[in-house]
């Protein structure tokens, strides 16, 4: 009979054998917990789960970040209209397809050309080569971040990403690692974005999908 222990590592081995995982296991989904298993880390749905007002965001597309722009009414109104602080809110907002750019830091911009790739321009007309969405009030990473909001990476996204960047001849597995490992602080790689948000409405977190 297998032991706990090698039957987790055995589907550990199985996931990475298939890429459904990403390479850099710990960097994108946290510490190690007491029983050994970092993958799918959701300790992101418990927390907004257990509020008393909640919602997880979706979206593929950057159009001006306008998710995080509704994640930002969202506790605004809350705090503003209602006497709600943020502390009893629960917000994630999931990135997949082009909206991963905004979750991946400025030297996978400079060196994949994001700015270019999504046409997020500066007010010239020129192709940004470095993150606007990081950092800056009133609506970044940096910003949801600290009043609580949950980002979300989807890694079967990632792993097309990779593969697109990659083009004919690329190493589109080297790619993905570093992709993973280049997310900014604070966001979790979720194995698929459809099944984070299966989960989440499981538990009565309300979604909304930004297209």
Not at 52 to 77: C, K, P, Q, Y
Not at 200 to 207: D, F, H, I, L, R
Request: glycine content about 10%; proline content about 5%.
């Amino acid at each position: 009979m297998q032991t706990p222990r090698r039957s987790f590592l055995g589907r550990m081995a199985a996931l990475l054998a298939i890429g459904s995982a990403p390479a850099t296991l710990a960097a994108a989904s946290g510490p190690v917990a007491a029983d050994g298993a970092f993958w799918p880390d959701e300790r992101w749905l418990e927390m907004i789960a257990s509020r008393e007002h909640r919602m997880i965001i979706e979206s593929g597309v950057i159009s001006d970040a306008l998710a995080f722009r509704r994640g930002t009414n969202f506790l605004d109104v809350l705090n503003q209209d209602f006497n709600i602080p943020d502390g009893r809110a629960g917000l994630a907002i999931g990135t997949h397809t082009a909206a991963l750019a905004m979750i991946l830091n400025d030297a996978m911009w400079a060196k994949h050309a994001f700015g270019a790739k999504f046409s997020v321009k500066d007010a010239q007309g020129n192709a940004l080569t470095a993150n606007p969405y990081k950092s800056g009030p009133p609506y970044s990473v940096d910003a949801l971040g600290k009043r609580g909001v949950q980002f979300l990476a989807c890694n079967r996204s990632l792993i097309r990403l990779s593969r697109e960047l990659a083009g004919t001849g690329g190493d589109a597995t080297a790619i993905h690692k570093e992709l993973v490992e280049n997310v900014l602080p604070g966001v979790i790689v979720v194995p698929a974005m459809v099944v984070a948000l299966s989960r989440a409405q499981s538990k009565g977190v309300p979604y909304m999908a930004i297209v």
